[in-house]
């Protein structure tokens, strides 16, 4: 009898632990001869990164073990050798929802604090639970349960800090010693930060405007003599010692478990890069009012930066010797408007004007992190967003001549605008660009993914020509979103320095900005059962395979011919990626029920048979 308990999921073929070293050095090899000598990023917030239900607290963290796991799984498969974190500052909720790229440039958000880590002697396991159960959604990332006033996370997080205030310990006595000789050495951004936590606390609100004249200017010179300065912090500092510490406290940990992730990426031979987000927050506005241009804001908000204030430049420098030390490399976040500002407000009425300012403010970074890095610094390790309008800077010319400001430094490039003048590994180098000049790679978080882009056929037919004559594949092979995605895939593979978003990669539905319902913004999560997902998607043809990739790569420039074995190990392996498989696991079961089932039916009847030898004659009943 055939026995069935359900239908048997398939998706594609994993490696064989048999197989697995041979993979990977097939792709290291492959990489190497396409061009891809250099960084191969994964694009991927941290608070994206998965969670076990039993440690998901809503905000993925690099330090998470599922994290780490899945960290293993895309070096293996894909080759990653560099991670591309998303801003990390202190997020600021706006209207519901949660935009990274408006938080706090210098001080980290307590989402990087990993609460798990902190059950060993900070916090209890049950408080660590409270916080794992609170959390409403498995699904994407929750904000709130973590970040919000009101949290259960800032409820344990609090408690944490009062019990280690009145602790007696040698150890949490030594902590508190850790917490100041930190805050000592951050004392420049850490000590006024801290103030401004209080007096947010004090007025219930981070609008400084609203305080009063004394706290509003507390650190400008112009508006606030220095001994009634002076004063007023120390009224502050007494009068709010635990909000003024417990901001130090969390940034402490925060600082701690970065530098512990970006240890144990470095382990597994993978680089941290970070975010150096372009704007400053209105907190260090407030800090710092001289380094800003009086009653003026950038586009999308920010406070303007004036550079041609030693103040402003100082400050810019300062942010940049924090990043230097926190991340291995850097994506410089709109490059371009440190070159020419763009100014959307004066005074409150508006304007479109520009700010600039040349290379002065590239200048000071790069400045400031060799200062930082010494003998280990690699201007290659330095990535420029130089993605703007041509009127609001033009990085070439009608000569077809890159700006002198950026021709020497790493630009960053996404291919949804390919053509035969930009957007390629060929069309870079036709304009006189070396391989370490640029990082190439399909969509970025700013974008739509490709599948969602690209299934309109408009978009296609825009790029078909073009992408048939780099990788040399007929045009009626493109037709097809899938293999028009594998080819979109294929080029970036000939750069020395390329990258993938993880939602491309793993073919994870949804818009990861700019929703029509904003409060969905950047909270695109993955799941635990990545691996499944991302192994169906391989056998739908959506996934990011390699393998494939490299085949159309190495066909494109003749290394197929050139390196007929390799190759042949190329072509097996993509087909094996992309070879569906019935679930084990679920075959097990289906057999094991079988058996299970012939067993037991065995069974009945045996004691069904010696039953009724046994039995006696049953008796008449009456009618």
């Not at 402003?312 to 940049?320: P, T």
């Not at 899938?482 to 993938?500: C, L, S, T, Y």
């Amino acid at each position: 009898m055939k026995v069935s308990l359900y239908s048997s999921p398939t998706f594609g073929r994993r490696l064989k632990p048999s197989e697995e070293a041979e993979y990977c050095a097939v792709l290291n090899k492959g990489k190497k001869l396409a061009g891809n000598t250099g960084k191969t990023i994964l694009i991927i917030p941290s608070p994206s990164l998965p969670q076990e239900r039993d440690t998901n607290t809503g905000v993925g963290n690099i330090l998470d073990k599922k994290a780490l796991e899945f960290f293993d799984f895309v070096k293996k498969y894909w080759g990653i050798n560099c991670i591309q974190d998303l801003p990390n500052g202190r997020f600021i909720p706006h209207n519901g929802y949660w935009r990274l790229y408006s938080g706090s440039s210098m001080d980290l958000g307590s989402q990087l604090i990993n609460l798990e880590l902190l059950t060993k002697d900070l916090i209890e396991p049950e408080d660590f639970k409270k916080i794992v159960n609170k959390n409403f959604s498995q699904d994407s990332v929750n904000y709130e349960n973590v970040l919000n006033k009101n949290s259960e996370t800032e409820n344990v997080l609090r408690k944490a800090y009062s019990s280690l205030l009145k602790a007696d310990n040698t150890s949490k006595k030594a902590l508190l010693k850790e917490i100041e000789l930190f805050s000592n050495e951050n004392k420049s951004w850490i000590e006024p930060k801290s103030i401004f936590h209080a007096l947010k606390e004090h007025y219930n609100t981070e609008n400084f405007k609203q305080w009063s004249d004394t706290d509003c200017n507390l650190y400008n010179p112009d508006k606030v003599k220095p001994e009634i300065r002076d004063k007023r912090i120390s009224e502050i500092k007494n009068n709010y010692s635990f909000d003024t510490g417990y901001y130090k406290f969390k940034q402490y940990l925060a600082n701690k478990h970065l530098k512990l992730a970006k240890e144990k990426l470095n382990q597994k031979g993978i680089r941290l890069s970070g975010d150096f987000i372009c704007g400053f927050s209105w907190d260090e506005l407030w800090m710092r009012p001289k380094a800003f241009l009086p009653d003026t804001k950038m586009e999308w908000g920010f406070p303007a930066l004036d550079l041609n204030s030693q103040e402003g430049l100082d400050l810019l420098k300062e942010k940049a010797a924090l990043y230097a030390k926190r991340y291995d490399d850097l994506r410089i976040d709109g490059a371009w408007t440190y070159i020419n500002q763009p100014i959307e407000s004066v005074k409150g009425k508006k304007v479109h004007i520009r700010n600039y300012y040349g290379e002065k403010a590239l200048n000071a970074i790069e400045e400031s992190i060799r200062s930082v890095k010494g003998k280990n610094y690699n201007q290659e390790d330095l990535m420029y967003e130089l993605i703007a309008k041509s009127e609001d800077f033009r990085i070439i010319d009608d000569n077809k001549t890159t700006s002198p400001i950026v021709k020497n430094r790493n630009k960053i490039y996404c291919s949804n605008d390919l053509s035969y003048a930009w957007g390629s590994t060929k069309s870079f180098e036709n304009l006189g660009w070396s391989g370490n000049l640029y990082t190439l790679g399909t969509t970025n978080h700013d974008q739509q993914k490709m599948k969602t882009y690209f299934a309109q056929k408009r978009e296609r037919s825009l790029q078909t020509d073009v992408l048939s004559d780099l990788l040399k594949i007929p045009k009626s092979k493109l037709e097809d979103l899938r293999d028009f995605i594998k080819a979109k895939f294929a080029e970036p593979m000939r750069a020395r320095n390329n990258f993938i978003f993880f939602m491309d990669g793993l073919d994870i539905d949804g818009i990861y900005k700019d929703n029509s319902d904003r409060t969905k913004d950047y909270k695109i999560k993955i799941r635990p059962d990545y691996q499944e997902a991302y192994f169906k998607a391989l056998e739908n043809g959506y996934g990011y395979n390699p393998m494939d990739a490299l085949e159309k790569a190495f066909i494109a420039d003749g290394l197929d011919k050139k390196e007929p074995e390799l190759f042949k190990k190329i072509v097996k392996y993509r087909k094996i990626l992309e070879k569906p498989q019935k679930n084990i696991f679920a075959k097990r079961i289906v057999i094991g029920a079988a058996v299970a089932f012939s067993i037991g039916a065995a069974t009945c009847a045996a004691v069904r048979y010696h039953s009724n030898k046994k039995e006696k004659p049953a008796e008449k009943q009456p009618a």
